[in-house]
């Protein structure tokens, strides 16, 4: 094999459509690229999934592959979730957090891989393992499972082997810890600056757990670590002490560790994407990611070339790389394996999958506080929400709030709506609230309140009112400290449709709900 197809082995590259794309396919011919992830810009029907994923590994194995492409995703479930309609809705980490039993972790987990096993995506960018040990947290939050290190390492470890058991590889993120930042690496480079005893005591405890328990890969995070890194403002990903020392030597990890995206601001706005690709190679890691500029995905792999030419990085590193990426594959699936699968199957989204995961959401979804009594059968009832928002750049943006009033007009007949542009709360407070005297019950949605006063305010004008007001949390749990004088305070953790139908049939008493935080509020 000729070096520029060696180095490709080391690139996984993104795409544009539902549909393999000139350019993938360029890359799969003249450089071997070791794999594609998937966004939900990728994403059609099952069928359709099935189809491109199909049509990759064809392209790989015409243009000479000994084993198939990897295809990843970022599967996280919950607010993280790529896969659309027609797919099953499972539960996100923190929901999975709130039902306090790694059963579930492992039945979501398991269910997870069956699904994207059966469409053709053999490797899982999840579990998340970072402890959200930050409130502020702009980047982690419900994604991870709590703030305790060992429940969330249960957890993790659960979901890890839920999904290898269907088939899937799987992904811990991100190394050595994400869960302590009040900055997005997606924006800029946060800092953790931890000693290397609370690293060891906190952080670094579920990928400890996981790679005993057999983690097959590892995504490193793009946050500086001064007690690691000597250089300073050095991410975590192209650090040699962090990903070498620490990861490899110190933690025994001989699984493939994985960037995160390098084209990320902590990444592209400080070093840059295809120097950053050369710097994480030197670091140690396996694949590096370059989800969408194709001009970045090729001079990425030249650069690294023109490096291994030059000998400050041995081709001998280049192949153990290669080693660890086949072992992991050929673990998982085969040319024979890609062959057999080319039908979808039936349980796909079905009705017995979605009761099974079901189950998981009234286990999860959580009453805070208030006992007050569910709403009545002939109560005219004024839901408000607020129109979605995304608090950080990993979130998929094809979820609504909006399917929150659908779930609810099902259970109750005399339901009225006003959704509000976050913009526009302070506009609207005084008229909503004289509005909403005219009803019986009153449901308020908040995303992301604590960090909207203007949500708040309504809220606790609607409360004054004396209607009761029944307050659904619908991300953050941290809203749930602002609204304790709610008839009851409820938080779903994330704005799926099977949280919303769970949630509805509990506002009218026709089930119950099951969870406890998984994190401190005050």
């Known amino acids: 094999m000729n070096l520029h197809k060696k180095v490709g082995r080391l690139l996984i590259a993104g795409f544009k459509g539902t549909t393999m794309s000139p350019e993938i396919k360029r890359l799969i011919h003249e450089y071997h690229i070791g794999g594609v992830i998937l966004f939900g810009r990728n994403i059609g029907t099952p069928q359709e999934i099935l189809a491109l994923t199909q049509s990759l590994q064809h392209e790989a194995k015409t243009a000479g ?20 309609e027609g797919t099953t809705i499972i539960p996100g980490a923190m929901l999975l957090g709130a039902t306090h ?44 499972f709590g703030e305790d290190a060992l429940e969330v390492t249960d957890m993790a470890k659960n979901s890890m082997l839920g999904m290898q058991e269907s088939g899937v590889m799987t992904t811990l993120k991100h190394f050595p810890g994400h869960g302590d930042t009040s900055v997005d690496s997606h924006l800029d480079l946060p800092v953790i600056a931890h000693d290397l005893k609370r690293l060891h005591e906190v952080e670094l405890v579920p990928f400890k757990e996981c790679i005993a328990a057999g983690a097959d890969a590892i995504m490193s995070a793009h946050v500086y670590f001064p007690a690691l890194e000597s250089q300073a403002n050095t991410p975590a990903t192209l650090s040699r002490s962090v990903i070498t020392g620490l990861l490899r030597e110190e933690l025994g990890f001989d699984g493939v560790v994985t960037t995160d995206c390098m084209e990320m601001d902590a990444i592209a706005k400080g070093i840059g994407t295809v120097n950053g690709c050369v710097k994480a190679v030197e670091a140690g890691v396996d694949l590096v990611m370059v989800s969408h500029i194709h001009p970045l995905q090729e001079q990425s792999i030249l650069k690294i070339v023109e490096v291994v030419e030059n000998g400050l990085i041995s081709e001998q590193q280049i192949d153990h790389s290669i080693e660890r990426i086949e072992r992991m594959i050929a673990k998982y699936t085969s040319w024979a394996d890609i062959e057999n699968s080319r039908e979808l199957p039936s349980f796909i989204g079905s009705d017995a999958h979605h009761t099974e995961m079901k189950s998981i959401y009234e286990e999860g979804i959580t009453l805070v506080s208030g006992d007050g009594q569910p709403i009545g059968p002939d109560d005219k009832v004024l839901l408000i929400y607020p129109t979605n928002e995304y608090a950080t750049m990993v979130e998929d943006k094809r979820y609504a709030t909006l399917s929150m009033a ?117």
């Open 101 to 144: 039993d790694p059963n579930q972790a492992f039945k979501a987990g398991q269910m997870t891989g069956k699904e994207l096993k059966a469409l053709g995506i053999n490797w899982n960018l999840a579990p998340v393992v970072d402890i959200n040990n930050n409130p502020k947290n702009p980047v982690i939050g419900v994604r991870s």
């Open 406 to 522: 659908e779930k609810l007009k099902k259970v109750h007949q005399h339901v009225d709506i006003i959704e509000i542009e976050p913009s526009q709360y302070d506009r609207v407070i005084s008229q909503v609230v004289e509005e909403a005297k005219t009803y019986d019950r009153i449901v308020a949605l908040t995303l992301n309140a604590v960090q909207h006063p203007n949500q708040q305010q309504l809220i606790h004008q609607l409360i004054e009112t004396g209607t009761p007001v029944d307050v659904v949390a619908i991300r953050t749990p941290y809203d749930a400290a602002q609204f304790q004088k709610a008839n009851r305070m409820i938080c779903t953790y994330e704005f799926t449709q099977t949280s919303f139908e769970v949630v509805a049939e509990y506002l009218v008493g026709k089930t119950q709900i099951n969870g406890r935080l998984p994190v401190s509020i005050t």
């Open 65 to 84: 592959y000994t084993s198939p492409l990897l295809i990843c995703i970022d599967q996280e479930n919950g607010v993280v979730r790529r896969l659309g």
